[in-house]
């Protein structure tokens, strides 16, 4: 967690390009049951996290990180749940070392929000299958607990709960589970747990549910896709699965055994033992039941989705290559080493890596998104030092920049106050308050393709504003930012009216 946000803070200027975690920023400014995109949770934690820390890009690397260390303190827990306790620490390591819980881990949205839940469902699942009396009964309400956030944090979570479902089936002890009351009690908290959503839902005319619904491509069957997600496993968690298989053969191996057995362990990684094989199910059916449904039409798929299927690959991995005779221990501290060296490479090449993006000219890097926060701010209390600024809307997410970098009270809104989707969270009273629209242009060399100022001029004009647009032209400063790369943003102000 300490190296990642670290490295993150060297290497990167900005946050994603993609203006998802300052998206997620906005949707938590309220504490509502849902978004016209997503159910909440992510942005609830990205909202609650904000209160107490600043808003600065290294903090929100610290909650990314820690919702990793969460996630990878539940698989750790997970291998004890399974009866696999010596296999606890080096299932953590190698989880460390897989793209979701490094690299794509920084951008904390709806995907990586499920790194930290699904292997304590997990958990919660199999200690409410095997305990008894009252710690059977408490794991029982923390599963039903468990699975609404999860469902929470993303409508994904469906498939991982459906492959519990079907992985209790496949052990005689998860048949018998279902006969006791303990599966009904999580049943039963979960429902709870979810019917404010649920309510929120039907109030605003399931709009959630719609916008998952029109991710779909309505062209049948992306092969394409269902191809890079049927790679993902091999491709996100690529280097623990080489460093697992060369690492652990049986015996005291030479280097040419070592080499001869890598293919054979390769594919025995992610084999299973018999059909009541509960660790293979969960480690795979999540993957697995999201390429049925992707290769059935059934829904378009995106290989971001990946990013939480992986938890229990390394468990699995060092389950089967550990049925043979190895030496444990002393492998599992050539495992620390190793990981040990991973932690100051990731440090060391984070400068090259800054240094790459200042030389290319990124334009993520070189993004001034702090600058543009400071100079509007600074055109609103010029223009009108008695009208305090109250909301910014304009281009979605980008102009919650205003907020995150400048002045935290300002409330961010999805386009214009009066349409969807800003009327599904609206914010009250926003007519007699002072209001900005904000639209960024892009390098102003490389001017993107927009229609967000007419957008805002018609909108103002409707409302009987002047709709006089105001261009900001900003860039970031520093010894990072070694080449000239302004960028343009046009700003509208919406005076309030006066009651």
């Not at 594919?267 to 480690?283: E, K, M, N």
């Amino acid at each position: 967690m300490v190296v990642w946000m670290l490295a993150k803070g060297i290497a990167d200027s900005n946050l994603d390009g993609y203006a998802d975690m300052l998206e997620n920023y906005a949707w938590g400014q309220n504490l509502a049951w849902g978004s016209a995109k997503h159910p909440p949770l992510f942005a609830w934690a990205t909202g609650l996290w904000f209160v107490i820390f600043p808003t600065l890009d290294t903090t929100y690397y610290l909650l990314s990180y820690l919702n990793v260390a969460v996630g990878l303190l539940g698989v750790y827990h997970l291998a004890h749940a399974v009866r696999l306790p010596n296999l606890a620490l080096p299932a953590v390591l190698l989880l460390c070392m897989a793209f979701p819980y490094s690299t794509l881990a920084s951008k904390f949205n709806a995907n990586a929000i499920l790194l930290s839940l699904w292997p304590w469902v997990a958990v919660a699942w199999l200690h409410s299958v095997h305990r008894t009396g009252r710690s059977g009964w408490l794991w029982s309400f923390a599963l039903g607990l468990l699975s609404a956030m999860a469902m929470l944090g993303k409508y994904y979570s469906g498939v991982f709960l459906l492959g519990i479902f079907l992985a209790a089936c496949a052990s005689k002890e998860g048949r018998l589970w279902f006969v006791t009351f303990k599966p009904w009690l999580a049943l039963l908290v979960f429902g709870l747990s979810l019917l404010p959503h649920l309510q929120w839902l039907r109030a605003h005319d399931f709009v959630t549910l719609l916008y998952v619904g029109e991710q779909g491509n309505g062209d049948g069957t992306d092969w394409r896709q269902v191809y890079r997600f049927a790679i993902a496993p091999m491709a996100y968690w690529l280097l623990p699965w080489l460093m697992c298989s060369w690492l652990y053969a049986p015996g005291q191996p030479s280097f040419l055994q070592r080499l001869m057995g890598f293919p054979k362990r390769l594919i025995c990684c992610w084999l299973p033992q018999g059909w009541a094989d509960t660790l293979f199910w969960l480690a795979m059916l999540p993957w697995l039941i999201t390429l049925v449904f992707g290769a059935t039409g059934f829904v378009a798929l995106s290989l971001p989705w990946a990013i939480p299927v992986g938890f229990g690959f390394s468990l699995l991995w060092l389950r089967n290559l550990t049925m043979a005779q190895t030496d444990l221990p002393r492998i599992t501290a050539r495992l620390r080493i190793g990981m040990i060296g991973w932690c100051v490479l990731v440090v060391l090449v984070s400068p090259w890596y800054l240094w790459h993006q200042a030389k290319e000219g990124t334009e993520n890097h070189y993004l001034p998104r702090r600058e543009a926060a400071r100079e509007i701010l600074k055109g609103w209390q010029e223009r009108h030092p008695a009208q305090p600024l109250r909301w910014v809307g304009g281009a979605w997410a980008e102009n919650a920049l205003l907020a995150f970098y400048g002045d935290a009270s300002i409330q961010v809104v999805p386009g214009v106050p009066d349409e969807f989707p800003a009327t599904v969270n609206p914010l009250s009273n926003w007519q007699h308050q002072g209001g900005l629209l904000l639209c960024p242009l892009g390098p102003v060399e490389r001017p993107i393709a927009t229609d967000c100022p007419q957008q805002m001029q018609a909108w103002l004009q409707a409302n009987g504003q002047q709709a006089q647009a105001i261009r900001i032209t900003v860039q970031s400063l520093g010894t990072q930012f070694p080449k000239h790369l302004p960028f343009a943003y046009v700003a509208f102000d919406y005076l309030p009216i006066r009651p």
